[in-house]
């Protein structure tokens, strides 16, 4: 999708009348260890940004590139996060939304209105909408994506320095088979996810 596309969403909400919209989106709700990231962002309208999608579908190398374009660029942005103790509590589905919600509410200026993706919005006080593959089809989305998925991957890797012994930088705490090798070999650690852990 070429990036003035992204654009599209955003220019319906502008002729409603409304004009600070961000995306919010997260990053890490699959993964069996570590926080689960969110970021939201405002970015100038119809600010285009080179390689702006998903952050699935950027490389690394884009994603840091954009990470630091979005910060400086964007009229707003917040990233936050919530903890493996808190997602076995309240569950992933609603630690998702509550990290959105609090990234939403760290703006400053804060937004008029929320793009959030997917099709889920439980606890989300800002006036909204959600949008199901919203990281594909809007700017701010797809920034908040880039902010929450770098945000998230260096975390991680502070996290490996921690924990080496489960290789958290190459996997990134995801479900591959050497982590659940690792994790069959050496038990949870504080960062993991108890209630991703029922295979073991």
Known sequence: MATADLWTVERECRAQ??????????AGAGPLAGDVYAAAVILPYGCLLEGLNDSKQVSPKKRDRLFDEIREKAVAWAVT?????????????NARLLAME???????????????DGNRDAGITCPHRTLVKGDSRSANIAAAS?????SRDRYMEKMAALYP???FERHKGYPTKRHYELLR?????PIHRRSFLKKL
């Open 17 to 26: 009348g409304l004009r600070r919209i961000c995306g919010a989106d997260e």
């Open 81 to 93: 996060s919530v903890g493996a103790a808190v997602i076995d509590e309240i569950n992933i589905l």
């Open 102 to 116: 609090r990234a939403i509410q760290a703006m400053d200026p804060a937004p008029d209105f929320a793009l959030i």
């Open 146 to 150: 880039i902010l929450a998925k770098v």
């Open 165 to 167: 012994q489960y290789e």
């Open 185 to 189: 070999q050496y038990g949870p650690c």
